[in-house]
T-cell receptor
């Protein structure tokens, strides 16, 4: 049972345009959400997160939106840059205040073209 | 080093052999996690350690898998009698709980291939 779903395995965006990566979840106990970025042969690196008490969190070119009623979140990257080309994983946790295992989606491969 | 380190980076073994994978977390991080990523799959939680508490082993796929953390630092993931379906990248992460969920810091992973 996939509790965190990233239905788009890949996405191609032109440099300078907006990249929108989507993620859906089924477990209503999740209260903290994170996006990770992964380059080949490297471990994932933390990008941005959002607590369920918010509906938006912004950090530079990256913004995460959370729609709790729809159990949906998205990551917006604007403007997209070639260096953003990587696999992006959405992750969720059910215990935001403490150490907790993360449940990951299967990832979306973003390619930013020139 | 400043980051999470894992060894070996690659491991090729024969079916039925035991393997040990090592993780050195970031100094001072009390939480340590093991995940694995099989081909075409997302990261799958295996086990996590938090300080001196009993580890959460709920993600271990079978009793062939075990992990320990000595002295609250280095962790070893052991897979006994390896099977071909164990082939995956095994990722370790560490974090500092109680300082907000700034995310877990991942190592580069160990790519395990079982022939």
């Amino acid at each position: 049972d996939q509790q965190v779903k990233q239905n788009s395995p890949s996405l191609s965006v032109q440099e300078g345009r907006i990249s929108i990566l989507n993620c859906d979840y089924t477990n209503s106990m999740f209260d903290y959400f994170l996006w990770y970025k992964k380059y080949p042969a490297e471990g994932p690196t933390f990008l941005i997160s959002i607590s369920s008490i918010k509906d938006k969190n912004e950090d530079g070119r990256f913004t995460v939106f959370l729609n709790k009623s729809a159990k949906h979140l998205s990551l917006h990257i604007v403007p997209s840059q070639p260096g953003d080309s990587a696999v992006y994983f959405c992750a969720a946790s059910a215990r935001s205040g403490t150490a907790s295992k993360l449940t990951f989606g299967t990832g979306t491969r973003l390619q930013v073209t020139l | 080093g400043a980051g999470v380190s894992q060894s070996p980076s690659n491991k090729v073994t024969e079916k039925g052999k035991d393997v040990e994978l090592r993780c050195d977390p970031i100094s001072g991080h009390t939480a340590l996690y093991w995940y694995r990523q099989s081909l075409g799959q997302g990261l799958e939680f295996l086990i996590y350690f938090q300080g001196n508490s009993a580890p959460d082993k709920s993600g271990l796929p079978s009793d062939r898998f075990s992990a320990e953390r000595t002295g609250g630092s280095v962790s070893t993931l052991t897979i006994q009698r390896t099977q071909q379906e164990d082939s995956a990248v095994y990722l370790c992460a560490s974090s500092v709980p109680g300082q907000g969920m700034g995310g877990q810091f991942f190592g580069p992973g160990t790519r395990l291939t079982v022939l």
